[in-house]
């Protein structure tokens, strides 16, 4: 049974189905709330944006390196290995493993700083997306079709939170929500998809895949920023680098649960009501 769409006196449009407007209010807020730089100005007690401009020059470099090597990994690990996990669909994640796992390779960061950017991040990225791959299967997704994983690697597109578009016309600007993130990476995610069904094989170098990457990497390089700058603290240390990457899988443990929440709404009730549902609330 689909949602039923009614029109209230407030002129939104509603779903009578309970349970699922529920569910789809939850991750709406999940999508829509604060980003991990609120969450880490009140774990270290000062503003991460402050904190970003005080790291050298020399960490932009290393930090977009470290960003290209680790979706590139991770693109390769989506492609892959992700289907090939024995968990059953609909099965319930496996969250605290994968935060245990996250704080320790954070430890490393927190002692070492920029130092240890290169090592950590691909590991902490990968720890995210298996943690991301189980919570998609835990929605009844197919982690054997290639365009589930790919939609894996999608949600670290949405850790940026909400953004605004440059001015435009009449200095006004667009915001960028969850729908325009998906829309901005439909395309790229078809064409990358295509591209390995015909080669046959993941060539990271191909045009198409470089596309996703790099748009996936303007945004997720947001929130690595933030917390390479947290962990950049000199009172940070090696404990609070465990606490800061434990935030970090945890942040994208929630958008992933939200994100794949909606997909599994869209599939049952199909997109467009979802979609105008998701945007009346």
Not at 23 to 36: F, P
Not at 76 to 100: F, I, M, Y
Not at 113 to 137: F, H, K, N, Q, Y
Request: proline share 3%; hydrophobic share 45%.
């Amino acid at each position: 049974m689909g949602f039923i769409l009614s029109e209230k006196e407030t002129g939104l449009i509603v779903l009578e189905d309970q349970v699922g407007l529920a569910e789809l209010r939850e991750a709406k807020e999940v999508l829509t709330h604060r980003g991990m730089a609120d969450r880490l100005t009140e774990l270290i007690g000062m503003p991460v944006t402050a904190t970003m401009r005080m790291l050298p020059d020399a960490a932009e470099g290393a930090v977009h390196g470290a960003i290209e090597k680790a979706l590139r990994t991770a693109l390769n690990v989506a492609v892959k290995t992700l289907g090939d996990e024995n968990a059953q669909r609909g099965a319930a994640p496996r969250l605290l493993s994968h935060k245990w796992m996250a704080g320790l390779t954070g430890a490393a960061g927190g002692a070492f700083g920029m130092a240890s950017v290169a090592a950590e991040l691909p590991v902490s990225t990968l720890l995210i997306l298996r943690s991301v791959a189980d919570i998609a299967r835990s929605q009844g997704e197919d982690l054997s079709d290639l365009e589930t994983r790919l939609a894996c690697l999608e949600v670290f597109a949405l850790g940026a939170g909400n953004e605004r578009s440059p001015e435009g016309e009449g200095d006004e600007s667009r915001e960028i929500g969850y729908f325009a993130v998906r829309a901005g990476l439909a395309k790229h995610t078809a064409d990358a998809a295509k591209y390995m069904a015909k080669s046959g094989a993941l060539d990271a170098s191909a045009p198409p895949l470089v596309r996703l990457v790099g748009e996936i990497g303007k945004r997720f390089g947001i929130v690595v920023s933030e917390k390479l700058a947290a962990q950049a603290i000199p009172v940070v240390g090696a404990v609070g680098g465990a606490l800061i990457n434990t935030y970090f899988i945890d942040h994208y443990q929630e958008l992933a649960r939200a994100h794949f929440t909606v997909r599994r709404l869209e599939r049952t009730h199909g997109p467009a009501a979802i979609r105008a549902t998701y945007e009346s609330l």
